[in-house]
């Protein structure tokens, strides 16, 4: 029936929305491996600063061994 099939793909809808949370945490816990690795080994981070295009662009650092953003 249809309920079943909004059951169903509802299902699959909380499924995927839980795998993609992991996904995201996944990607913070490199993002932080890959700021320490060079904070510890590099000695810190090397930042370069970037000005975005326009009458107000926002300037910027990324450092250049990791590509961590500071605002």
């Known amino acids: 029936m249809l309920k079943d099939k909004?059951?169903?793909l509802q299902d699959k809808?909380?499924?995927?929305?839980d795998l993609i949370r992991k996904i995201e945490?996944?990607?913070n816990v490199i993002n932080k491996t890959?700021?320490?690795?060079?904070?510890n080994k590099c000695g810190?981070?090397?930042?370069e600063s970037y000005?975005?295009?326009g009458l107000y662009g926002e300037?910027?650092?990324v450092c250049k061994i990791c590509g961590i953003e500071e605002y």
Do not use: A, S, W
Request: charged share 30%; with cysteine; glycine share 4%.
């Open 13 to 17: 809808k909380y499924d995927l929305q």
């Open 51 to 53: 000005r975005e295009p």
């Open 25 to 27: 945490n996944d990607i």
């Open 34 to 39: 890959i700021i320490e690795t060079c904070t």
């Open 44 to 47: 810190g981070h090397d930042f």
């Open 59 to 61: 300037t910027y650092y």
């Open 6 to 8: 909004i059951q169903d």
